[in-house]
C-alpha cells in the first residue's frame, strides 16, 4: 500500500508492509528492513503479552534495518477490554528502548492517524532534515509542495468487484 504524507515541508512516499508475523513470510521480511526508514510493532491489546515475541521482533527489524531507522509500539484493539499486564509490558517496553507507544484500534480509528504522524515526523526528522537549518532538506531541494494526496488511515475502503458487483470492507493492518 503506497501513500504520501506531508510533514513540516517534506512529503514523503510510504509504502506500507505488513508481515503479519507469520513464520511462512519471515525470510522475505528482511528484504523489507533494509530499505525501511520506519517500523510499526503491533501489539494485540486483548490477550496477555508475549514478551519474548515483542523482543523478537524489534531486534529482528533493528537488526536489518537502516540504524537510523525509527520504530514505534502500537498496541491494537483499543476498543476492546485490554489486559492491564499488556500495556504494563507494552509501556515498560517502549521506555526501555526510547521509542513511542500508542494504544490504536484498527477497526475504529482510534490514534492510527496520531500514530502514523509521530511516526513521519520522526522519520522526517532523522532522514529528511538538517540540523543547521531545519527549514532545509539535505536529500532534496527547497520547493513548492502542491497537490499532495491527503490520506486519512482511520478509515475503512470499499472496494467493488466490477464483474460481480459485490462490495468488501477492508482496512489497513498494523
Known amino acids: 500500500m503506497s501513500h504520501k504524507f506531508e510533514i513540516d515541508g517534506v512529503v514523503l512516499k510510504v509504502n506500507i508492509w505488513d508481515t503479519a508475523g507469520q513464520e511462512a513470510y519471515r525470510a ?3 528484504t523489507f528492513y533494509r530499505e525501511a526508514k520506519g517500523g510499526l510493532i503491533a501489539v494485540d491489546m486483548s490477550v496477555p503479552p508475549k514478551r519474548d515475541s515483542l523482543e523478537y521482533w524489534y531486534k529482528e527489524f533493528t537488526a536489518y ?3 537510523k531507522c525509527q520504530v514505534i509500539i502500537i498496541g491494537n484493539k483499543a476498543d476492546l477490554e485490554k489486559d492491564p ?3 504494563t509490558v507494552l509501556e515498560e517496553f517502549a521506555q526501555s528502548k526510547q521509542i513511542p507507544f500508542f494504544e490504536v484500534s484498527a477497526l475504529t480509528g482510534i490514534n492510527v492517524d496520531m500514530a502514523m504522524h509521530e511516526l513521519m515526523s ?3 526528522q532523522k532522514y529528511y532534515k538538517d540540523p543547521e537549518n531545519p527549514s532545509n532538506s ?3 531541494p527547497k520547493r513548492q ?3 499532495v494526496e491527503s490520506v486519512r488511515l482511520s478509515y475503512a475502503t470499499i472496494m467493488t468487484d466490477k464483474s ?3 462490495t468488501s470492507s477492508c482496512c489497513p493492518k498494523i
Open 28 to 30: 522475505l521480511n528482511r
Open 122 to 124: 520522526l522519520i522526517t
Open 85 to 87: 499486564e499488556t500495556i
Open 164 to 166: 460481480s458487483g459485490s
Open 145 to 147: 509542495i502542491q497537490n
Open 65 to 67: 534495518a537502516d540504524p
Open 138 to 140: 539535505p536529500l532534496f
